[in-house]
């Protein structure tokens, strides 16, 4: 079986929710989930939904030969079928090991209780009689399959009616539905299964398992019973140890959940008989258009929506004012940007040190240009006034200017300090054309 593993986490809440006595779909410790019944076209046909789980049985007979040991009565025979369109866990052509516990637990319930009359089967001693089998098919598996299929396999009996037969001599002679009506069966009695999951060693007791409560229960114990409180069979499954307590206290609770359980089967029946009898559609025609021919249905969900206006009201009373400005995060942490106008870099990148003195060096060329061409100016008008020539020098090394006034010795310091300024002026251009 491909079977899906549990996580630990599931598992926790689940056991957690069983503790404070609470389950997945809402229900009490010992409810039931909700049960239908619906029949098919022909006699036998049954679908059984018991929450998500549904289950369909099919009863047909034929003539055979009886037992050698018992030559006045006739057979039943039981088939359960696990197909992987009820569940990923379930192959598809092998016999696993929990359909074969399912087939003997259902032969136990309601061929060794004895609730159909067998010897109403026979038609000739030791040569023919009737053999009933019932195929039971797990559509949907979400859990408690036991009690769908022994519901819907002693319904689907309830239901079924075999043709009736004339016998002349050695001869047989099977009617077809249109030449005699058909017959029921003989049932004595209505056995249904009630499943109890034991957790934590018998702590906690649920009535109805789902999927996932299986999964993480310690024990199981099914009791079939009949609506006169006579128990048919009785087994349990699992290392849980119960005791005499336990098992009395299930096997009251299982009578009162029976009787409800019969009744709702007897009510389907004659709301079958009562609608076939007037003609009306019933089995598949009347599936179709309430959609009960889906595996997986969805079910609507109720919403109260008579107070929205008043509760909606008061949310936006009681609800608080939202501030009128929001504050831009402040990030006071190295390497963090913050966001927002006004607020301090808080990178942790300081400024290098390299762009302060080339903003100074920048200041500084533009001062010495500044004055260089005032005394420039300045040269010019003295020029003009003195009218004589001027004659530069100039060395390709280093590249300095002289200006040599020949008209009077005594103006020398002052035409070497004008030279040593155009030296300055001519290292500053050459800076800037650098």
């Known amino acids: 079986m491909k079977d899906t593993p549990l996580s630990n986490c599931e598992r926790q809440f689940l056991l957690k929710a069983i503790e404070e006595k609470r389950r997945l779909d809402g229900r009490q410790t010992y409810d039931y989930r909700k049960m239908k019944i619906t ?6 046909c049954c679908f059984v939904d018991l929450g998500k789980t549904r289950v369909m049985a099919q009863v047909s007979c034929e003539l055979v030969a009886p037992k050698e040991s018992r030559p006045n009565e006739g057979m039943l025979f039981f088939n359960i079928e696990l197909s992987p369109m009820a569940s990923p866990a379930f192959e598809q052509g092998r016999q696993s090991e929990l359909s074969v516990k399912l087939n003997r637990q259902l032969e136990r319930c309601l061929r060794n209780s004895k609730c159909i009359d067998t010897e109403s089967l026979c038609v000739v001693s030791g040569v023919k009689v009737w053999q009933i089998r019932v195929d039971v098919h797990m559509l949907n598996h979400d859990g408690n399959l036991m009690d769908a299929a022994s519901i819907a396999a002693i319904t689907a009996l309830c239901h079924f009616r075999r043709p009736d037969v004339g016998v002349q001599g050695e001869d047989v002679t099977v009617y077809s539905p249109e030449e005699r009506e058909p017959i029921p069966l003989s049932v004595y009695h209505m056995p249904i299964s009630v499943s109890f999951s034991f957790f934590q060693q018998g702590t906690y007791l649920l009535v109805d398992p789902c999927e996932r409560e299986e999964r993480v229960m310690d024990g199981l114990l099914m009791i079939a019973m009949n609506k006169h409180r006579e128990i048919c069979s009785i087994q349990s499954s699992g290392g849980v140890m119960l005791l005499k307590q336990q098992v009395m206290r299930c096997s009251k609770i299982a009578s009162v959940k029976v009787s409800e359980v019969t009744e709702l089967i007897s009510k389907a029946l004659d709301n079958d008989k009562r609608a076939r009898k007037a003609g009306g559609r019933c089995g598949f025609a009347e599936s179709m258009p ?6 997986l249905k969805m079910e609507e969900t109720p919403v109260e929506m008579t107070d929205v206006t008043d509760r909606a009201h008061d949310i936006i009373q009681n609800a608080k004012a939202p501030p009128q400005t929001v504050p831009s995060p402040v990030v006071p942490l190295p390497g963090v940007g913050q966001v927002g106008q006004g607020l301090q870099n808080t990178w942790g990148l300081e400024e290098d040190e390299g762009e302060e003195p080339e903003a100074d060096d920048n200041s500084d060329e533009e001062q010495e240009e500044e004055v260089t061409k005032m005394e420039e100016e ?7 006034e003195s009218g004589g020539d001027v004659v530069e020098i100039s060395d390709s090394e280093e590249e300095e200017v002289v200006i040599l006034h020949p008209e009077t010795a005594d103006k020398a310091p002052r035409i070497a300090g ?3 300024h155009q030296k300055g002026v001519a290292t500053s251009k050459k800076r800037q054309k650098k």
């Open 39 to 44: 029949f098919g076209t022909d006699y036998g």
């Open 290 to 295: 309430q959609e009960r021919i889906t595996t």
């Open 378 to 384: 300045q040269q010019r008008d003295k020029q003009e």
């Open 418 to 420: 004008s030279s040593s």
